[in-house]
């Protein structure tokens, strides 16, 4: 009988045992090596040893594996079942989330049990089972941290940069040296599987339908304008990021590709510490303090951030547009050429304070307070020329015209999130838990622009003759209410219950104000000018249910049902808009544990639901640019995904593979529609127009070449195919298809005496839109940092392309009326140094576990097309 069972000592880089196989004829019987106990009863000895067959007999070793320190629980810690001598494992398996591991079938006799994972050493002891005592409880088994002492500042094993873990792979942003002093977009590139371009749009898995979280709940900065909320936050306060691609149904229902989870630095040690940060670059600087108190019952956490980042930006617009009806009813074609040279500055500062209070060991309270403050500023001068073929010029007012124009557009937000917590612990080794949460979050959004037209027969832009201003305002109130429920019911099965209640509302303010002569003074455009008012209710309830089939398969189903209530209302409009709908969404995952311990095969399906935030909502009509005009939809309905994954994970001495095939289909989706009027303007809008179908592959890698240098890469390919029965229906370009790609590497290298070095690069494909695509492009960074006063501090200084001053970015789309490319110039050479201190004594304090809110049942926004919203 094969046994084909590795020890791996967890992501620590090094193997514990060789990887041969252990095996024995099939019926033999144990022999113990010689000088050892006998493994049964008359059993011969023998110069050479032969293994037991295992599994063989009735015997049964369990316990929990704990940090020395916190005893807490070691999550994924790797155990191996040896023989009293030799390193050839026997038997193997890996404790769970909460530390606990068993081996069962095992035969009499002696043999050591070794426990390792990644940060400790490793603990090895003899173990018996005796005829009649053939179950052996260890309890607690402890690791110790691979710890230094510096002068009062703990220095504890570092972890890898890329760990794989069974539901996701988590990406160390703190060991990463090129993070320091740059911002969330930053940290997000690096993380497997996802993509930020240099616009702040987030992927996953070539996808924009992903739900992001911050510390495992919702956060009102990421509530509307991702790639806004990205510069909000400074990377030297992300710990890790968390990539889950196939969440369970105790999940919110959202995001079709998965969710990102930014997990923030925090401190559960006893006594007072912190750290204090400065970064200063040529493209954006920071600073931050954490402050954080501990003792007895009693904890207090806290850090503020501000920041300003400042860029050129440089764009293009060229487009035909076909159809056009000119001043005298002919029917011609129209040429718009646009050039656009700005600068952008922005800052502002975040702050977060949280409180613990632990009365006893079973009950823990916890408040917390997060709030944020952000504005920037963008000035333009813009040249526009619109023509008709035979040399024909559009006066039919002064919008459509030849011109120059002086641009300003303002951009103010200012949010908080409350949160509650109470939790209901059962026992130290207890898996029942209940929990309650509360969280109020509020996001309040001011943008505007102001416009001064001038003609290009004025080239000193002297007289004016055209104004324009428009401001919007937009505000999101979110109150949540959940509560969850974890009953074992054996040993090997689990239900987890739950249920939650989100209410929405949002509101918008908006109006234009125009003077068509320049001198007249500013006067209201009623049909641009409104106030929409949205609320949206869910009520859900969910419960899964998890079993251990054998030693080789677990089994996880789960279903969520939810009724959503959703009404919007135009002020003096009579009939509000309204729509409510209940959904049943299934999740199911099936986990082969291979021979090899940590290797395991996962077949999920999922369906899942995303509603459209107030991005794509906002009814607000962007005429920035009286040529492009960006307008959100109002009705727009949920769009629901199917989704199939396949996945296979491995550890290969110090090497980590994760390899997934998945597809997607989404029907209803929400994409962007490009819409071509008689008078040469393109109306960009959102519709449940399309039918959304990926199929991909994702190759992830990680390993150590050597102890001191890590490697890991990421490649995503998948086909995508966009289809719109409505657009073909209207005559317009209804279909769109294509292979896409991206990939990245991630290098790290620590020399002596505190130095070390980091590499990250990263290239991607054009990326396909159902009327058109954008551009191929590459980022890379590097980054040098050096250890000063004996650890207590660092000093890093990085820098981001620095052999190319711009990234150019372009979007292709064609509508069948228009053809039209749009390209940005992105100033993303940088160079920035960063210096961090830390300070404090410090002593272990075990960290209580926490559930979080996730509210991740709502399509977020895009970045980079102005769009009023939060």
């Known amino acids: 009988m094969k046994q084909s069972l590795l020890l791996l000592l967890a992501s620590s880089g090094v193997l514990a045992t060789s990887g041969a196989l252990a095996q024995s004829a099939p019926g033999a019987k144990p022999v113990a090596p010689t000088g050892a106990p006998t493994g049964a009863p008359g059993a011969p000895a023998t110069k050479t040893a032969v293994l037991p067959a295992a599994p063989r007999g009735s015997g049964r070793i369990s316990g929990t594996v704990l940090d020395a320190a916190s005893k807490q ?53 003899p173990v018996t089972l005796a ?24 220095v504890t094993g570092e972890r890898p940069v890329v760990e794989s873990k069974p539901d996701r792979l988590v990406y160390n942003a703190a060991q990463d040296a090129t993070n320091r002093g740059g911002t969330a977009a930053d940290v997000l590139r690096k993380a497997p599987m996802v993509s930020v371009d240099p616009d702040g749009n987030l992927q996953l898995r070539g996808s924009g339908n992903v739900r992001v979280l911050i510390n495992g709940k919702p956060s009102a900065v990421v509530a509307g304008d991702i790639a806004e909320a990205l510069k909000q936050l400074p990377a030297d306060q992300i710990k890790n990021v968390e990539v889950i691609t196939s969440p369970s149904a105790k999940y919110d229902a959202e995001g079709s590709a998965g969710i990102i989870n930014i997990v923030l630095k925090e401190n559960n040690l006893q006594g007072v510490n912190g750290n204090v940060g400065l970064a200063a670059g040529t493209r954006n600087s920071n600073g931050n303090l ?33 159809g056009v009806v000119s001043v005298d009813g002919i029917t011609t074609t129209g040429r718009l050429m646009q050039r656009n040279e700005g600068r952008t500055l922005g800052g502002g500062g975040n702050g977060r304070i949280g409180l613990e209070f632990e009365p006893s060991p079973l009950h823990t309270f916890s408040l917390s307070l997060n709030a944020n403050a952000f504005r920037n500023r963008n000035r333009a001068d813009i040249y526009n020329t619109y023509t008709l073929d035979q040399g024909q010029v559009d006066t039919r007012n002064p919008l459509f015209g030849n011109y120059t124009r002086d641009f300003e557009q303002q951009f103010r937000t200012q949010s908080y999130d409350l949160t509650g917590t109470y939790t209901r612990n059962f026992g130290p080794n207890s898996r029942k838990e209940w929990t309650v949460l509360a969280q109020h979050n509020r996001n309040r959004n001011n943008r505007e622009y102001e416009v001064d037209q001038f003609s290009l027969n004025d080239p000193a832009q002297q007289n004016v003759v055209f104004r324009e201003f428009s401001p919007n305002l937009s505000r999101n109130l979110e109150t949540t209410l959940q509560t969850d429920y974890v009953q074992p019911l054996s040993e090997k099965q689990t239900v987890e219950v739950g249920v939650k209640m989100i209410d929405r509302q949002v509101e918008s303010e908006y109006s234009v104000q125009r003077d068509s002569t320049g001198q007249r003074g500013l006067q209201l455009i009623p049909q641009l000018t409104n ?97 492009n005009i960006s307008q959100g939809n109002p009705e727009l309905d ?5 989704n199939y994954e396949l996945n296979w994970n491995t550890f290969v001495k110090t090497s980590v593979i994760n390899v997934s095939l998945y597809s997607r289909q989404t029907n209803n989706a929400i994409e962007r529609v490009y819409l071509t009027d008689a008078q040469g303007r393109v109306v960009s809008t959102f519709g449940n127009v399309a039918r959304n179908q990926s199929y991909g592959l994702n190759l992830f ?28 229906q209207q005559g317009q370009k209804a279909r769109n298809s294509g292979l896409v790609y991206s990939a990245n590497l991630n290098s790290g290298y620590k020399f002596d005496k505190g130095w070390s070095l980091q590499f990250f690069g990263m290239l991607n494909s054009p990326r396909i839109q159902l009327q058109g695509r954008n551009s191929p492009w590459q980022m890379y960074s590097l980054g040098l940092r050096k250890e000063l006063l004996k650890g207590k501090a660092d000093l890093t200084i990085n820098a981001d392309n620095p052999f190319s001053r711009n990234i150019r970015l372009y979007n292709d789309f ?57």
């Open 638 to 642: 949920a769009e629901f995904t199917d």
């Open 814 to 870: 064609d509508n069948g009326r228009s053809d039209s490319r749009n390209t940005t110039l992105v100033f993303n050479r940088g160079v920035r140094a960063a210096f961090s201190y830390r300070f404090g004594k410090l002593e272990n304090k075990p960290k209580r576990p926490s559930r979080s809110i996730r509210n991740d049942d709502q399509k977020g926004g895009e970045g980079g097309n102005g769009q009023g919203g939060n």
């Open 290 to 322: 954490a402050l954080n108190a501990r003792k007895g019952k009693f904890g207090l956490s806290s850090a503020v951030n501000s920041w300003v980042f400042y860029s050129p930006g440089e764009q293009r617009v060229d487009r035909t547009d076909r």
């Open 701 to 728: 890698g990680s390993v150590k070449p050597l102890p001191k240098w890590d490697v890991s890469g990421n490649l995503s390919v998948f086909y995508v195919d966009l289809y719109s029965k409505a657009l073909e």
């Open 131 to 154: 005829e009649g005592k053939m179950s052996l409880d260890l309890g607690t088994v402890s690791l110790t941290s691979q710890t230094k002492q510096l002068e009062g500042v703990t």
């Open 531 to 627: 106030n929409y008012d949205y609320t949206q209710r869910v009520l859900a309830g969910y419960g899964t249910y998890a079993t251990s089939l054998g030693k080789k398969y677990n089994v996880r189903l789960g279903a969520r049902v939810e009724r959503t209530d959703i009404e919007g209302n135009f002020e003096g409009q009579d009939q509000p808009f309204k729509l409510d709908f209940t959904n049943v969404l299934p999740n199911v995952a099936l986990t082969r544990n291979l021979k090899q311990p940590g290797s395991s095969l996962r077949l999920s399906y999922s369906r899942r639901i995303q509603r459209p935030s107030v991005f794509y909502l906002n009814p607000y009509r962007n005429e920035t640019d009286p040529r």
């Open 73 to 125: 629980p070691v999550e994924f810690a790797t155990v191996a079942l040896l023989p009293a001598e030799g390193e050839q494992p026997l038997d193997g398996t890996v404790a769970d989330d909460k530390g606990r591991f068993t081996l069962k079938g095992l035969a009499p006799g002696s043999y050591r049990l070794s426990i390792s994972f990644i940060g400790y050493g490793a603990s090895v002891q």
